[in-house]
Antibody, heavy 121, light 108 residues
């Protein structure tokens, strides 16, 4: 079964850091580009970051550029999101999501169940 | 950045009826548009991609149409499990990948 499982969420103070992980199984992780997407309470989906199959390309939303870093370890079938200088507005459910393998078709075909990040002052 | 605008924000429809959800892009997308269904406590689920191709396991009650900047998701004969929030997403010009703000489909 194709599966993505996020972990690492929790309660942090404003300005602190947190590292999210996403464990992939049931597919050849190294063959897929990956993303992080979040949903703040009462809000819609917000794309955060992309990483290519071999980590040669990474992209970020303006809202997290310079504070968040996406990375992956293909040997461990894992995706990561290092989040620094957390703000109140970063409180959300964070999802990892797989990008379709079809070239040029960047829709998200598999999603994890999400991990919740809470930021307190 | 391509801005995606969905309408209406909330749609009230009775079970068994048809629902029509709209999505407008600020620039032409060719056919690079996807739709997702999102229920509380669950991850988003891919419904459609390339405007009108159903994802694996998606009921034929779901159909997508449109081109350029105007797109529609139609759900025929609504079932109880269809009531959720629906998002469109463009992937024609990125980064960033952008989503619409969502349409909440509720039981009338």
């Amino acid at each position: 079964e194709v599966q993505l499982v996020e972990s690492g969420g929790g309660l942090v103070q404003r300005g602190e850091s947190l590292r999210l992980s996403c464990a992939a199984s049931g597919f050849t992780f190294s063959s897929y580009s990956m993303n992080w997407v979040r949903q703040a309470p009462g809000q819609g989906l917000e794309w955060l970051s992309y990483i290519s199959r071999s980590s040669t390309a990474t992209y970020y939303a303006d809202s997290v550029q310079g504070r968040f870093t996406i990375s992956r370890d293909n040997a461990r079938n894992s995706l990561f999101l290092q989040m620094n200088s957390l703000r109140a507005e970063d409180a959300a459910v964070y999802y990892c999501a797989r990008i379709s393998p079809e070239s040029g078709h960047y829709y998200l075909d598999v999603w994890g169940k999400g991990t919740t990040v809470t930021v307190s002052s | 950045e391509i801005v995606m605008t969905q309408s209406p924000a909330t749609l009230s429809v009775s079970p068994g009826e048809r629902a029509t959800l709209s999505c407008r892009a600020s620039q032409s997308l060719s056919d690079k548009l996807a739709w997702y269904q999102h229920k509380p406590g669950q991850p988003p689920r891919l419904l459609m991609y390339d405007v009108s191709t159903r994802a694996t396991g998606i009921s034929a009650r779901f159909s997508g149409s449109g081109s350029g900047t105007e797109f529609t998701l139609t759900i025929s004969s609504l079932q109880s499990e269809d009531f959720a929030v629906y998002y469109c997403q463009q992937y024609n010009n990125w980064p960033p990948i952008t989503f619409g703000q969502g349409t909440r489909l509720e039981i009338k």
